[in-house]
């Protein structure tokens, strides 16, 4: 890779890890918040999403590494809530901006040149989209 073009991906990976710190800190906050009917499982759900978001903070921190640079440890912005309907709002936002984010990283990666990077960004957005998807679905109003 192309060392302009390596020092690119790693400051958009770390900028991805900052997203991933702070969701990870949002999931776990709505999880000790959360009340009412059905709270037992939205503390569940919340409690998977954070543990994924650490999984991919991990996996994030072991490719920049492996690109020559340094792990921000930096949190980006958190939205909080109270009410259960404007947490998984904000869930649905943060799952769909992170989606975009990683979708404009793998066009710039080639995967000839860094198939592990490649792939591990890919996995990301499918986990990625399918908690949208679940988190979507919860919206839904009849
Ligand atoms: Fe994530």
């Known amino acids: 890779m192309a060392s302009k073009n390596r020092s690119e991906i790693v400051k958009t990976l770390n900028l991805a890890l900052e997203h991933e710190h702070a969701a990870a800190i949002q999931y776990f906050t709505q999880a000790a918040m959360?009340?009412?009917l059905m709270s037992d499982a939205f503390r569940d759900k919340f409690l998977k999403s954070a543990a994924e978001e650490v999984e991919h903070a991990k996996r994030l921190r072991d490719r920049i590494v492996t690109l020559g640079g340094t792990p921000t440890t930096r949190v980006a912005g958190?939205?909080?809530?109270?009410?259960?309907?404007?947490?998984?709002?904000?869930?649905?936002?943060?799952?769909?901006?992170?989606?975009?984010?990683?979708?404009?990283?793998?066009?710039?990666i080639h995967k000839g040149d860094d198939l592990l990077l490649y792939e591990t960004i890919e996995r990301i957005i499918e986990e990625t989209l399918e908690d949208l998807e679940d988190y979507q679905r919860l919206l839904d109003k009849e």
């Open 78 to 108: 958190i939205r909080t809530a109270t009410k259960v309907a404007d947490m998984v709002q904000i869930d649905a936002d943060t799952e769909g901006q992170a989606a975009e984010l990683y979708i404009g990283l793998l066009k710039r």
């Open 34 to 36: 959360v009340r009412g």
